[in-house]
């Protein structure tokens, strides 16, 4: 490790805690000259992005690649829409009071939420991912060092150019850096007293790569195998909008369907299977059939390799359950509990359906493209955790937070306490404005 990343490692979390010593309207007002420097600046970025797309052309990259790394004047938008909407949430985020207890007269006990600390993200090929997570970064007050994919770095460097000139006004450009080389991500996965939390975005093999390698925490999600589950009760017309969109709205996501699960009732009516196959088809879908399904054909598509496959492209596979408890099996064993979603009219069997799919999102008559931080509401993600703890599904702000308690006494000591003396009364108080006083400004230890 070189001392220029001991420096950068150290300055992020200088960064972070002058980010931390900001009241929520200041942060709010850096997150918002982001957005507002997205559509100013367009040119800029779009020029960068250019010199991106020209070398990814010259040198053949990979065509899901390819797809995530173009930036348009739509997609900027997009990106300060959403960034927007995180600087309206963010103003009372940080140091915000989750319960308030009165253990014993004169006793208060209060959790509040604080930043994380230092985080590092590490994204291919897509640069739109660095505004959004500066832009949660600097909401939530934590430090964070990013490093994008080589094949966009005329573009993460014009877009790093934009946050650092966002975070000017406040002396906090410290607190959001790039990481250039992959040598010094291997060193920095190492250092678990400068980093708390490593967030990779990208392919399951750069997901299950970081999570072997690092020492510290990671969150994230090896693979997005995604399902449709079609039950007997389906309405033909949003089964096929749901699975066009599922399917062929950006194949190359990690919330796009990879497996159509279809009840055997459905299969055995040829018209409604019929249109299902020619839709997939009509759009240049390749079909690889499950065991099931070729046992049903005659002369069908190729067998699908593994229900453990995500295509990240025009590509699912398609086969046949003789039954809603199956299909919830058949989710359970071979999903990557990132997406999965039903299409019935029956709502009894959609809410058993919903219970049981241990995935971090679940939908009824809902396409999987929805599982989105930005569709969501929560203007942005860092990335869609699979984990079963701390965050789950599409992470925002709240998911770059955890709590400290806090308590309030009047000289109170634990032997004051017991038989015959004072008692917990644990009351539970109102989480008003005047439970915490942050009138002060806060010392950020992370």
Not at 2 to 20: D, E
Not at 236 to 249: G, H, L, N, P
Request: charge should be neutral.
């Amino acid at each position: 490790m070189t001392h220029y990343m001991y420096c950068v490692l150290i300055l992020a979390r200088q960064g972070g805690r002058i980010l931390f010593m900001l009241n929520g309207e200041e942060r709010s007002d850096i997150v918002r000259s982001l957005a507002d420097n997205l559509i100013s600046r367009a040119d800029f970025i779009l020029e960068a992005n250019r010199a991106d797309l020209s070398l990814a052309k010259r040198t053949k990259l990979a065509g899901p690649l390819s797809s995530r790394l173009a930036l348009t004047p739509a997609k900027l938008k997009s990106l300060s829409d959403g960034i927007k909407q995180i600087s309206e949430t963010c103003k009372s985020i940080v140091y915000r009071p989750l319960r308030h207890t009165r253990l014993a007269s004169g006793l208060d006990l209060t959790q509040i939420t604080v930043p994380i600390g230092v985080l590092m993200v590490i994204f291919e090929s897509r640069p739109d991912c660095l505004p959004q997570v500066a832009a949660l970064s600097i909401a939530s007050a934590n430090g964070i060092l990013l490093k994008g994919g080589k094949e966009a770095k005329f573009s993460n460097e014009a877009l790093m150019d934009v946050v650092k000139d966002s975070l000017s006004a406040y002396k906090a450009e410290e607190a959001v850096n790039l990481v250039s080389t992959r040598e010094e991500v291997s060193d920095l996965l190492q250092l678990e007293e400068y980093i708390d939390l490593v967030i990779p975005r990208g392919s399951s093999e750069l997901v299950s790569s970081i999570q072997k390698q690092s020492n510290i925490p990671v969150l994230g999600h090896a693979e997005g195998i995604c399902h449709v589950y079609l039950d007997a009760e389906a309405d033909m017309a949003k089964a096929i909008k749901i699975i066009r969109d599922s399917k062929c709205d950006y194949p190359a996501a990690c919330n796009s369907m990879e497996t159509l699960l279809i009840h055997q009732d459905l299969a055995d009516n040829q018209s409604f299977f019929k249109d299902i196959i020619d839709m997939l088809r009509s759009e240049n879908v390749k079909i690889n059939a499950g065991p099931s399904l070729s046992r049903r054909l005659t002369f069908g598509p190729p067998p699908a390799k593994s229900f453990k496959l995500e295509y990240s492209g025009l590509e699912c596979t398609v086969e046949v359950v003789n039954s809603l408890k199956d299909a919830i099996l058949h989710i359970n064993r071979y999903g990557s509990g990132h997406t999965d979603a039903i299409v019935t009219e029956n709502k009894q069997v959609a809410n058993e359906f919903l219970r049981s799919v241990c995935s971090a999102c679940v939908f009824h008559n809902a396409s999987t493209r929805f599982a989105d931080g930005f569709r969501f509401g929560l203007g942005a993600e860092v990335g869609i955790s699979t984990a079963r703890i701390h965050a789950r599904g599409p992470v925002g702000i709240e998911g770059l937070l955890t709590t400290k308690w806090v308590l309030k006494g009047q000289g109170q000591a634990v032997t004051d306490f017991g038989p015959g003396k004072e008692a917990f009364t644990h009351e539970t108080l109102s989480l008003s404005t005047e439970v915490f006083d942050t009138t002060n400004t806060p010392i950020n230890c992370n």
